[in-house]
T-cell receptor, first 115, second 113 residues
Framework: NAGVMQNPRHLVRRRGQEARLRCSPM?????VYWYRQLPEEGLKFMVY????????ESGMPKERFSAEFPKEGPSILRIQQVVRGDSAAYFC?????????????FGPGTRLTVT | DQQVKQNSPSLSVQEGRISILNCDYT??????FLWYKKYPAEGPTFLIS?????DKNEDGRFTVFLNKSAKHLSLHIVPSQPGDSAVYFC????????????FGKGTKLSVKP
């Protein structure tokens, strides 16, 4: 499967726990984007990463949220001390490079439920 | 403040007829527009796009029209098929903010046999 991979597909966490969401971009893609979708809403941009570099984090909440895309391995979106309002679908997308950053291919998403 | 608006939450069309999905935007810096299709429990799938230097782009049954003066774009699907039933998202990208796609809330299209 050469598409964008996300795992887990479903994640349940209790309030105060940490959530780690993983994303492997399409083969050959070196740019990754994270979006969040709340119920009945559109997708909201969170962060744009290149390997070992954050390019745009203007959509990231100031606290508890962080993202990385290491030289080796998947991109990780980390949410510390989760609250009920963090319950949402989190989508990862990838593009070949910065010049084609508008051509984003999305993964199936991780549905986070905070109880 | 929503920069990309899809004012119709849902649309129902008979199979074989035309589906027209509409999208309005407010940011004049947007220079690239995309339509995505999304099935339940799946990620959005890219459908068709248009650059702001064009007013029409066609791909098979799908055509996107851009009216810059009205800040309006539309997606036409002809003929509509039951498999087209999904949520359609309009998205836009602005010069200088590459990578940050701004999405509308989506329109749920139902194509009835």
């Amino acid at each position: 499967n050469a598409g964008v991979m996300q795992n887990p597909r479903h994640l349940v966490r209790r309030r105060g726990q940490e959530a780690r969401l993983r994303c492997s971009p399409m083969k050959g893609h070196s740019h990754v984007y994270w979006y969040r979708q709340l119920p009945e809403e559109g997708l909201k941009f969170m962060v744009y990463l290149q390997k070992e570099n954050i390019i745009d984090e203007s959509g990231m909440p100031k606290e508890r949220f962080s993202a990385e895309f290491p030289k080796e391995g998947p991109s990780i979106l980390r949410i510390q001390q989760v609250v009920r309002g963090d319950s949402a679908a989190y989508f990862c997308a990838s593009s070949l490079d910065r010049a084609t950053s508008y051509e984003q291919y999305f993964g199936p998403g991780t549905r986070l439920t905070v109880t | 403040d929503q920069q990309v608006k899809q004012n119709s939450p849902s649309l129902s069309v008979q199979e074989g007829r035309i589906s027209i999905l509409n999208c309005d935007y407010t940011n004049s810096m947007f220079d690239y527009f995309l339509w995505y299709k999304k099935y339940p429990a799946e990620g959005p799938t890219f459908l068709i796009s248009i650059s702001s230097i064009k007013d029409k782009n066609e791909d098979g049954r799908f055509t996107v029209f851009l009216n810059k003066s009205a800040k309006h774009l539309s997606l036409h699907i002809v003929p509509s098929q039951p498999g087209d039933s999904a949520v359609y998202f309009c998205a836009a990208s602005a010069t200088g903010s590459q990578g940050n796609l701004i999405f509308g809330k989506g329109t749920k299209l139902s194509v009835k046999p």
